[in-house]
Nanobody, 115 residues
C-alpha cells in the first residue's frame, strides 16, 4: 500500500509564503502523476496543481503565477511552493499520486492565511 505524508502547513500572514512537501513510499514514484488538492472550510475538495510523469503541469486559475508544483523522483517527493498567499487560500491541502487509475491520498496539512 502506497503511503503519502504531507508536511509544511501552518499559519502565515497574507502575502507570505509556504512550501508544502509530500513524501511517497512507493519505489516506482517516477511513474506516478502527482498533484495537490485543497479543501476550504465548508467547501468541496478542489484541484490546485498537478504534474504528469513527463513534467507537464496544470494549475487552478486562482493560483496561477503564485503556486509552483515540483517533484524530485530520486527522493520520492512532491512539493508545492506557495507565494503571495491570500486568506482565500486557507484550506486543508492534500497530496495525491496516481498510477494506472489508482489514486493515493495523504492525510492533509492545514494552511491558514491571516489577513
Amino acid at each position: 500500500q502506497v503511503q503519502l505524508v504531507e508536511s509544511g502547513g501552518g499559519l502565515v500572514q497574507a502575502g507570505g509564503s509556504l512550501r508544502l512537501s509530500c513524501a511517497a513510499s512507493t519505489n516506482i514514484f517516477s511513474q506516478y502523476a502527482v498533484g495537490w488538492y485543497r479543501q476550504p472550510p465548508g467547501n468541496q475538495r478542489e484541484l490546485v496543481a498537478e504534474m504528469a510523469t513527463g513534467g507537464s503541469t496544470d494549475y487552478a486559475d486562482s493560483v496561477k503565477g503564485r503556486f509552483t508544483i515540483s517533484r524530485d523522483n530520486a527522493k520520492k517527493m512532491v512539493y508545492l511552493q506557495m507565494n503571495s498567499l491570500k486568506p482565500e487560500d486557507t484550506a486543508v491541502y492534500y497530496c495525491k499520486i496516481r498510477f494506472l487509475g489508482a489514486n493515493y491520498w495523504g492525510q492533509g496539512t492545514q494552511v491558514t492565511v491571516s489577513s
